[in-house]
């Protein structure tokens, strides 16, 4: 008997209409993506969430007309946790990097990247993986390279469990759901389980805000 493939439901918000068009034409040729939203503003593709239709993954710019891509991030995030982010855009720089992450994106591109490669990335996603372009991957990895200020405050007990550490371990060793599923011989979806219960004890959005508070000693 075959399965069914699943049909993974991506949705684009990019204001420029030539980019916009590209990258959608490019993925509703793929026999397992579904592509019917694609719009310049979060605003729009808000009122399309309102009536019903939520999609599984967005690549998000960031300077938008109206809300900004980081800000209609956040909001989504507060909304529709389970929805996968990762921006799509021309900012290099640490802040908005940074700042997307901590809202809770799960990866970060530039525009220059292929549509091949966009495509990879939200496989990458669709696996439990965080995609980076590899400029901003070297920007991530330098800023916690960097010395640390000592300190004498005490750990902070997170209020982790011994399985939802494991599960920290494993992202901070970069693997997919996928990976620290068979790693502890587990389902997916129970990791997916522990990991937002892992989100709400530590008060993050993201898996990448989650490994900086384990490198940084704080779990």
């Known amino acids: 008997m075959i399965m069914d493939k699943k049909i993974h439901h991506i949705a684009i918000v990019e204001d420029n209409e030539k980019i916009r068009d590209l990258i959608q034409k490019y993925l509703l040729l793929q026999n397992d993506i579904r592509c019917d939203h694609a719009y310049g503003s979060v605003e729009s593709l808000l009122q399309v969430m309102r009536e019903g239709d939520i999609p599984e993954i967005i690549l998000m710019d960031i300077d938008l007309e109206g809300m900004s891509g980081i800000d209609g991030m956040k909001l989504i995030k507060t909304k529709y946790p389970d929805i996968e982010i990762i921006m799509l855009t021309v900012y290099h720089d640490s802040h908005k990097i940074f700042n997307?992450?901590?809202?809770?994106a799960s990866g970060y591109l530039l525009k220059h990247t292929s549509l091949p490669e966009i495509r990879e990335a939200i496989d990458v996603v669709i696996n439990g993986g965080s995609p980076m372009s590899p400029q901003i991957a070297r920007k991530v990895i330098t800023h916690f390279n960097a010395p640390e200020t000592p300190t004498n405050d005490p750990k902070v007990d997170s209020g982790l469990t011994m399985r939802e550490q494991e599960i920290v371990v494993g992202l901070v060793d970069g693997l997919s759901y996928k990976m620290i599923a068979d790693r502890m011989d587990i389902s997916i979806d129970t990791v997916r389980a522990h990991i937002r219960n892992i989100y709400?004890?530590?008060?993050?959005n993201s898996k990448a805000e989650v490994i900086a508070k384990s490198l940084r000693g704080e779990i």
Do not use: Q
């Open 100 to 104: 997307s992450l901590r809202a809770g």
């Open 200 to 204: 709400k004890k530590l008060h993050v």
